[in-house]
């Protein structure tokens, strides 16, 4: 006869080191994931309309039940932070950390999604609630043309964006905190950009999955003179 093995019985100490070995493992696998592969992250608010939906009543609950949620590749962040990867371009929608003197920031500093405007050198004007770039107005018909509308405050006067750091500005300009309020923004404090709407699959009886893509008007804007 073959003698069976017999099994270990656990200690109700090692069944609980087990399991919480198991539950740690799996929260950092995630957090590198999270940290260095990809994440996601969902619109809260209406500062980008009509291009994003941010829920309807505006809480966070909504929000995270109705709004968009954004594909965000963090490998491209730090590529681009070790400069093996090209800067942000105009047009491309980035994810930043809150300034800390914002204006318009309300207790802790949370993470804002808005359309990047200028990059560094570029003369930045908003007036009238048109836009100039290096003296060339921006078409902003992926704005008008989708239902959104102009407006809000105007920068004063031209604006030279820094080295090192980028003018945005929200879709729905009438309701956005933007760099009209706090000034451009340090490339460091981008977390990266958004790269395409993984949710909700549907809107309106129609698919809401879509790359997100830079405005043709944009290809029309000179360099820095």
Not at 80 to 85: S, T
Not at 134 to 155: A, C, H, M, V, Y
Request: proline share 4%; aromatic share 10%.
């Amino acid at each position: 006869m073959k003698k069976e093995k017999e099994t270990k019985k656990l200690t109700f100490q090692e069944k609980l080191i087990k399991e919480i070995r198991g539950y740690a493992e799996a929260i950092v696998i995630a957090l590198v994931i999270t940290t260095f592969i990809f994440t996601t992250v969902g619109v809260a608010g209406s500062s980008m309309d009509p291009t994003f939906y941010g829920g309807g009543s505006g809480s966070i609950v909504d929000s995270l039940l109705t709004g968009d949620r954004l594909f965000v590749a963090k490998y491209e962040t730090w590529l681009k932070r070790a400069n093996l990867l090209a800067g942000y371009q105009r047009g491309q929608i980035v994810i930043f950390r809150e300034k800390a003197d914002s204006p318009c920031r309300r207790g802790r500093r949370v993470f804002l999604v808005k359309r990047l405007i200028g990059v560094p050198g570029d003369e930045v004007l908003v007036e009238n609630a048109k836009v100039y770039i290096n003296g060339s107005e921006l078409d902003q018909g992926f704005i008008t043309d989708n239902g959104g509308r102009l407006g809000g405050r105007d920068t004063n006067g031209t604006i030279i964006v820094p080295e090192g750091e980028y003018f945005v500005l929200g879709d729905n300009r009438a309701h956005s905190c933007d760099s009209r309020f706090f000034g451009t923004i340090p490339f460091m404090s981008i977390a990266g950009k958004a790269g395409a709407v993984i949710w909700p699959p549907m809107r309106k009886g129609k698919s809401n999955w879509h790359v997100v893509k830079i405005p043709a008007s944009f290809k029309d804007i000179p360099d820095t003179p």
